[in-house]
């Protein structure tokens, strides 16, 4: 199991949080000991009585630490500039398990933004490592929230497909040298 820096951390409320990889919605306690394992674009994975869990990064305060900042656009700014800092927003979004982001992993197949009267519509094509992860829900709405963040934009279609199934090769080079599966 991949542990950053073991931060030990005690709950100072109640919190929602997602075990990891079952994908099951669970609460942790307030005054309950854990280690953080994990804590990449505003997510933490935190390690708890044998187990792990995913706190969204919405609820840092109950780990003592502060919230992601949201996302800024330039004024004026175009379909393109929407679709960059979609990518941006992405690339932290990141499997619980393993360090790695899902842009990186090669996750995401496709990011087009399209302009409508009241805002934009990002619609996202993305795959998972494996059809059975359970781990998949919570990947898909970590995309869906990151990029719905994003000034101007109003709704965000994430859609999950298999064909073509990932592959080791679609992860970028910097995340196979990170693995070693270079």
Do not use: H
């Not at 969204?56 to 929407?82: C, F, R």
């Not at 982001?101 to 993305?126: F, P, Q, W």
């Amino acid at each position: 199991m991949y542990r950053q820096d073991n931060e030990p951390v005690t709950f100072t409320r109640d919190v929602d949080a997602i075990i990891v990889p079952a994908g099951l919605a669970v609460k942790l306690r307030k005054g309950q000991d854990g280690f953080i394992t994990q804590a990449l674009g505003g997510s933490f994975t935190v390690y708890v009585e044998g187990n792990l869990f995913r706190v969204a990064g919405k609820d840092a305060d109950a780990l003592g630490k502060e919230a992601v900042d949201v996302p800024q656009l330039p004024p004026n700014a175009s379909d393109e500039d929407v679709r960059d800092l979609a990518w941006q927003q992405m690339k932290t979004c990141y499997d619980p398990e393993i360090p790695i982001n899902v842009v990186d992993l090669g996750l995401v197949y496709s990011c087009d933004v399209s302009s409508e009267a009241d805002g934009r519509v990002v619609s996202v094509t993305m795959t998972l490592t494996a059809p059975g992860c359970g781990m998949g829900d919570v990947l898909v709405q970590d995309v869906r929230e990151k990029v719905e963040i994003i000034p101007t934009v109003k709704r965000v279609d994430v859609e999950l497909v298999f064909d073509p199934p990932w592959q080791q090769s679609m992860m970028s080079e910097a995340a196979r040298l990170q693995t070693g599966m270079m």
